[in-house]
């Protein structure tokens, strides 16, 4: 994690209802458009509690596969690689999924159990159900109404989230 806390201004009560966030274990949801600092947020955010930030771009092609893991071939063998949302339940971070809406439906579902009571996280490729470390948190951002195809969050996945809208 940073040493260096980067530069944030806060314009509202967000520190606080973060750290609240966190503290609960509730998964947080940033809204707002492009550029009105959600992931300088999240970084100073990380950095004030003395976490590791994971963050992940989404796109169109992003997967359940590209988050939790896959199988490679090295050499002669088959090993397991763990994705970055794997990592970062079992060693405590914060992964932040930016622009969430991107991805494919599946990273929504992979995701479910891990933003409600339960905080685990099941990987189907290895047939096992791991528990979230105590420290890890769930933070996604995505832009209402900004994207091209207007890619909404349902209802049922924005309910499990704290929510905060940003703006310029």
Request: some cysteine; glycine content about 6%.
């Amino acid at each position: 994690y940073m040493t260096v806390l980067p530069f944030y201004y806060p314009i509202g009560k967000e520190i606080e209802v973060f750290k609240h966030a966190y503290d609960k274990k509730l998964p947080f949801l940033l809204k707002g458009p492009t550029g009105t600092g959600k992931s300088r947020f999240i970084e100073y955010m990380a950095a004030e509690l003395s976490k590791n930030l994971i963050t992940v771009a989404c796109h169109e092609e992003t997967s359940s596969t590209d988050l939790i893991g896959r199988y490679i071939i090295r050499v002669a063998e088959t090993v397991w690689i763990d994705g970055p949302l794997t990592t970062a339940v079992k060693e405590g971070a914060i992964i932040y999924l930016d622009e969430i809406a991107e991805a494919r439906p599946d990273v929504i579902v992979a995701i479910h159990s891990l933003t409600d009571h339960r905080r685990e996280l099941y990987i189907d490729k290895l047939g096992v159900t791991i528990s979230a470390h105590e420290d890890f948190m769930l933070v996604a951002s995505f832009n209402p109404g900004y994207q091209r195809g207007f890619k909404e969050l349902k209802p049922s996945t924005r309910q499990r989230f704290v929510a905060m809208s940003f703006k310029y």
